[in-house]
Antibody, heavy 121, light 109 residues
Framework: QVQLVESGGGLVKPGGSLRLSCAASGFTFSDYYMSWIRQAPGKGLEWVSYISSSGSTIYYADSVKGRFTISRDNAKNSLYLQMNSLRAEDTAVYYC??????????????WGQGTLVTVSS | SYELTQPPSVSVSPGQTARITCSGDALPKKYAYWYQQKSGQAPVLVIYEDSKRPSGIPERFSGSSSGTMATLTISGAQVEDEADYYCYSTDSSGNHRGVFGGGTKLTVL
């Protein structure tokens, strides 16, 4: 069955960096777009970024553009999110999600359980 | 930036029909998707492309879209349907950047 397991979260100071990983199994990772979505404590979902199956197409939310970098390693069935210049408002649970394409654009389908990132001094 | 608007809360009694709306200017041209998130859990897709139900989702969940509004309908809501529900769509820029609505807390009691 599909499994997405995020790791790499933790406590980091403002201005610091963190790299999240998402290990995928149970499906052909290289065939699917992937995305990162976050949820601040007690708040709603916020789309962060997605990457195409080959890695050639990438988009970011305005709130993280220029600070976050999404990447993937299809040989390792892994998705990454490099987060730099972190701010308190980046504090959230970060979910990775595989994206499914049917008739319209790809959309988040399977979700991992998330990893918590806390930005605080 | 593009926004999707949902009511903060909806409340129904068990067995009643719950309707959760999502409004957005691009919805006439873009699909709507709906996710259910129970407390402490990851979101689960319940409706995709306006009205399609993934396998394993009960038939009481249905979706529709007309003009600038999409609607998630839960016919005969059960206590176990109590959760936060989020609509999702893409902006009109053509690059498929995603956006979520603010979420609706469904109370069934």
């Amino acid at each position: 069955q599909v499994q997405l397991v995020e790791s790499g979260g933790g406590l980091v100071k403002p201005g610091g960096s963190l790299r999240l990983s998402c290990a995928a199994s149970g499906f052909t990772f290289s065939d699917y777009y992937m995305s990162w979505i976050r949820q601040a404590p007690g708040k709603g979902l916020e789309w962060v970024s997605y990457i195409s199956s080959s890695g050639s197409t990438i988009y970011y939310a305005d709130s993280v553009k220029g600070r976050f970098t999404i990447s993937r390693d299809n040989a390792k069935n892994s998705l990454y999110l490099q987060m730099n210049s972190l701010r308190a408002e980046d504090t959230a649970v970060y979910y990775c999600a595989s994206m499914l394409k049917v008739n319209g654009p790809p959309f988040p389908y399977y979700w991992g359980q998330g990893t918590l990132v806390t930005v605080s001094s | 930036s593009y926004e999707l608007t949902q009511p903060p809360s909806v409340s129904v009694s068990p067995g009643q029909t719950a309707r959760i709306t999502c409004s957005g200017d691009a919805l006439p041209k873009k699909y709507a998707y709906w996710y259910q998130q129970k407390s402490g859990q990851a979101p689960v897709l319940v409706i995709y492309e306006d009205s399609k139900r993934p396998s394993g989702i009960p038939e009481r969940f249905s979706g529709s879209s007309s003009g600038t509004m999409a609607t998630l309908t839960i016919s005969g809501a059960q206590v176990e349907d109590e959760a936060d529900y989020y609509c999702y769509s893409t902006d009109s820029s053509g690059n498929h950047r995603g956006v979520f609505g603010g979420g609706t807390k469904l109370t069934v009691l």
